[in-house]
């Protein structure tokens, strides 16, 4: 059975690809500078004869066919960019750029994609339809590197009925997997805050507009737009993230900036919450003597798992390792650049678990010490090419 050679495929290369996804781990690039990255992959892609052509600068898309002309074409997608994070994992694949790692687990996801397109290409002859790998640069980063790809065409000719795309999981056990059909996570916006007043000393604030005073208050009045004007049932998250004002004790600066970010799971009620922020920060700051220059950077949509794809996936996914090994994933308020995907074509997005808590492998992503369970790479690179082949 083709399943079970995929697992035999898997399993021969788990080692080769855990020195992929360390070689990658250790050399991580920033958004929209993955070149070597880039590199590194079309080399891999030439060495394996997968035709590809290259998009947003650092993109890669390869192509698959099978054994006959099906019209079936599936996509894969995994993300390649890191985080300005410092690494604190000791480790010998620790990361060799200062202040860049790989904290979100983009080495695993394009790990597991090469993987799967190794994999794939060696049994072309036992599958129908095509199969379109797509590594994407700049998921962390506004505009999303999924956007800027579908813009230069990366779901043209030819056209993916479904796409997949996997995330590793550090609080899901290695061995496991999780899916949720529908929503699975919010949409997220950057909200950027100057105010701006005359400053002065600190010993005679009558004599000035008090930027920070006003900018204690917004925080807290912002709170209140969640609050007081969303329906609690319906998931909606609004942080400020950044306080920047002032630089020593006796004066009040003519100047204060914030940094925040809303999620939602709700098209309408996100930007309506979009106009009641303006309109509510610009009533306070100017009630209290400031200015104000307000700017909500419009970021990633909610992720849209198709409820028919992903119901098939997690029973194929079932077959694969095992029903008792697949799980339901939560709601999540963190946002995905894949959402763009899912808003175009039927698409599936999937955890990974790769922690294991007796091999002290339990950190977060965006954390200085996330690593994961490497066994989880043979299950990673397999689960993909299998879904691929068997899903619609």
Known sequence: MLKEKIKQLADEYADEFIGVRRHI?????????????????????????????????????????????????VALRADMDALPINEENNIDYKSQNPGIMHACGHDVHTTCLLGAAKILQETKDEWEGTIKLIFQPGEERNPGGASIMIKEGVLDEPTPGSIFALHVHPS?????????????MASADEIYITITGKGGHAASPHLTTDTILIASHLIISLQQVISRNNDPFNPSVLSITSVQGGN???VIPSEVKLMGTFRAMNEEWRFKAHEIIKKNATELVHSMGGEIYINIDVGYPFVLNNEALTKTAKLNAGEY??????????????????????????????????????????????TPLFDIDESAIKIGMGMMAWLAISCP
């Open 248 to 250: 020593t004790t006796n």
């Open 25 to 73: 781990h250790s050399h991580p690039e920033l958004s929209y500078q993955e070149f070597e990255t880039s590199d590194f992959i079309q080399k891999k892609l030439q060495q394996w004869n997968i035709p590809f052509t290259v998009m947003a600068k650092t993109g890669v898309v390869g192509l698959i066919k099978g054994k006959n002309t099906s019209d079936k074409v």
């Open 172 to 184: 899901l056990p290695v061995g496991k997997l999780s899916f949720r059909d529908g929503m699975v």
């Open 321 to 366: 390792i095992g029903k008792e090994n697949i799980e339901q994933t939560e709601l999540r308020m963190g946002a995905e650049d894949f959402a763009y995907y899912s808003h175009q074509v039927p698409a599936c997005f999937y955890r990974l678990g790769v922690g294991n808590k007796s091999k002290g492998i339990t950190a977060n992503v965006h």
